[in-house]
């Protein structure tokens, strides 16, 4: 996954709001991918593996501060 693709994902799945905003994407991109030792010769290092991308949504999702889901009750409300 590249840096648009997870922008993408983000924006398509209704992430974006008070607390993670679109411009915090590309941050969470780069904090989310491991170092790399030859950026130049290699392209490595702009495509996400699924480690990476797992971050990445732990990372979005730490950041949006998603409120908790309603509880229902025992009889049903």
Known sequence: ???D???NFCLS????NDGF???DIPLIFN???FTQV????KQR???ATLLEFMEMIC???SQASFPPPPVENEDGT
Do not use: K, P
């Not at 030859?38 to 010769?41: A, L, V």
């Open 5 to 7: 693709e997870f922008e």
């Open 45 to 47: 290092h702009i495509d």
């Open 21 to 23: 905003a679109a411009r």
């Open 31 to 33: 904090l989310s991918m």
């Open 13 to 16: 799945t209704g992430m974006i």
């Open 59 to 61: 990372r979005a999702c």
């Open 1 to 3: 996954m590249q840096q």
């Open 38 to 41: 030859d950026e130049i010769e």
